[in-house]
Nanobody, 119 residues
Framework: QVQLVESGGGLVQAGGSLRLSCAAS????????MGWFRRAPGKDREFVAR????????YYGDSVKGRFTISKDNAKSTMYLQMNSLKPEDTAVYYC????????????WGQGTQVTVSS
């Protein structure tokens, strides 16, 4: 099992930037990928970005392509989400999650961190 703790959320004006962090502990060398998801009030959970832990290959949701960058630091077992050009519609609780094996669900989740973008 992997334990995940997000940090870095907050309040920012539209056009601003934030960097989220996700610190992992436990079986940190055993998972296939990690990712970021978000849930806005009244909406379904949305995929934001994913990074394959061994190769660093990245994938992004259409709504954040070109604005957000996912990265990792293997030595620190930490994943990051750099969010630039933030929009009010990016307001949500952001969650990090881990995927143990290719083709399986993300099965370990953090508690979430609130990001609020004011117009």
């Amino acid at each position: 099992q992997v334990q995940l703790v997000e940090s870095g959320g907050g309040l920012v004006q539209a056009g601003g930037s934030l960097r989220l962090s996700c610190a992992a502990s436990g079986r940190t060398n055993s998972y296939y990928a990690m990712g970021w998801f978000r849930r806005a009030p009244g909406k379904d959970r949305e995929f934001v970005a994913r990074i394959t832990w061994s190769t660093g290959r990245t994938y992004y949701g259409d709504s954040v392509k070109g604005r957000f960058t996912i990265s990792k630091d293997n030595a620190k077992s930490t994943m990051y989400l750099q969010m630039n050009s933030l929009k009010p519609e990016d307001t949500a609780v952001y969650y990090c999650a881990s995927q143990m094996y290719l083709g399986t669900n993300f099965d370990s989740w953090g508690q979430g961190t609130q990001v609020t973008v004011s117009s």
